[in-house]
């Protein structure tokens, strides 16, 4: 019985572990996606800031 309840709390942890890491993969992904987006604007923007000028 012992070693059972030891393998659940192993494996507990480790879908705590996934999850944590899961969340913290999916904020890089929002953070790399947001950059994606500024470089997007910045090529959109700065020719009409260029022909302005």
Request: with cysteine.
């Amino acid at each position: 019985m012992r070693i059972l309840t030891v393998q659940l709390v192993t494996v507990g942890n480790m879908g705590y572990n996934m999850r944590i890491g899961c969340r913290r993969y999916a904020t890089k992904l929002k953070i790399i996606i947001l950059c994606e987006n500024l470089i997007k604007w910045c090529h959109l923007i700065w020719p009409l800031a260029d022909s302005h000028v």
